[in-house]
């Protein structure tokens, strides 16, 4: 397999894979009116495919162990807890899905990410030296501040949005609550992704980055589809649909939710790679860290600048998003370097 050969390399993979993971999201608001469920069955068989892709060409070249010997030496408990991975990322990703497709990636993304972070860093809280726990837990507070105002920001434009509506149309525009709850239950599930993925890389039977990346992403193809046949029955808005409305997309359609799969693939299997190098090769683990979970401030810019999803707020709704994407920032730096 093919790994960065220098701490420059690592540090250009950490960030196209942050790019990566902020990106695919534009795939699935190009759709239109596309479902999300449908979108995602396109999203999940592009990660597959391009998880084949890269373990099959840049798992297999190069001088270090390739896909195939680790596929000979590895463990049973090790794939399956790869495996396993991928239903938590289907699961949780899938959740994100839903949530952008009724709060829009500026809300979904830094939503989901910060509750994922406060959750992953519970347990480091009480684990660190008096000094770190001290960083930490002011790291973590940022972080919850900075979700609570970029949900308030999304329930007051929300709500003045709704204001301009009939009143019978009111109740079916606010979905402002569903939204963030959406983000949040992402968030919760997303916090044992990389745990899970280190117990499929630990030991001497463990999975290389590549095969890694190749056991998450079929374990994501596996679990869409009871995903969807939930999702499909009880929708997260809109009337209950059925497979066969799959075959009435188009073709850019399907093509854009390939390519956001892809797309994401390519960002786990950057991040799992860049994490894997030698000390030698690897970049400071405060600018990892910062990279690895840097995505919503991007989402944010891209959100509101492209999608124009604040579009005409006014009042506090501004100062509010504008002071959660700087409290992100901020607790993403406190927590890097604690």
Not at 39 to 55: K, R
Not at 93 to 102: D, I
């Amino acid at each position: 397999m093919i790994l960065p050969g220098s701490s420059f390399t690592t540090l250009l993979l950490l960030a196209f894979s942050m790019v990566c993971f902020a990106m695919w999201a534009n795939t699935q608001k190009a759709t239109g009116k596309w479902r999300f469920e449908l979108y995602y069955l396109d999203f999940s068989l592009g990660m597959l495919l391009c998880g084949i892709a890269i373990a099959l060409t840049f798992g297999t070249l190069g001088n270090d162990i390739s896909v195939e010997d680790n596929l000979q030496i590895c463990g049973k408990r090790q794939i399956a807890y790869g495996l396993a991975a991928g239903a938590i990322f289907a699961f949780s990703n899938m959740l994100l899905s839903a949530a952008l497709s009724v709060a829009g990636m500026s809300v979904a993304f830094p939503i989901s990410f910060s509750v994922s972070i406060i959750l992953g860093v519970a347990i480091s809280f009480f684990t660190a030296a008096p000094g770190q726990a001290l960083s930490i837990g002011i790291g973590t507070a940022l972080m919850g501040v900075s979700a609570a105002a970029i949900a308030m920001a999304h329930s007051l434009h929300t709500m003045d949005i709704l204001k301009t509506l009939p009143p019978g149309a009111r109740k079916k525009k606010d979905q402002a609550g569903k939204g963030i709850l959406l983000s949040c239950i992402s968030g919760f599930f997303m916090a044992f992704f990389f745990p899970v993925v280190n117990l499929a890389r630990a030991s001497e039977l463990g999975l290389g980055p590549y095969t890694a990346g190749l056991f998450i992403a079929i374990g994501a193809f596996i679990m869409v589809f009871p995903l969807n046949l939930y999702f499909m029955n009880l929708p997260v808005t809109g009337e209950s649909i059925g497979f066969a409305m799959y075959g009435r997309g188009s073709i850019k359609q399907h093509l854009l939710g390939l390519l956001g799969g892809a797309m994401t693939c390519c960002g786990l299997m950057g991040t799992l790679v860049a994490l894997s190098v030698p000390k030698q090769n690897s970049v400071s683990s405060p600018l990892s860290y910062a990279l690895v979970h840097g995505s919503p401030l991007l989402s944010i810019i891209i959100g509101m600048l492209l999608w124009k999803e604040f579009a005409g707020a006014s009042g506090r709704t501004p100062l509010l998003l504008g002071a959660g994407a700087i409290l992100f920032a901020v607790a993403l730096g406190t927590l890097a370097y604690a």
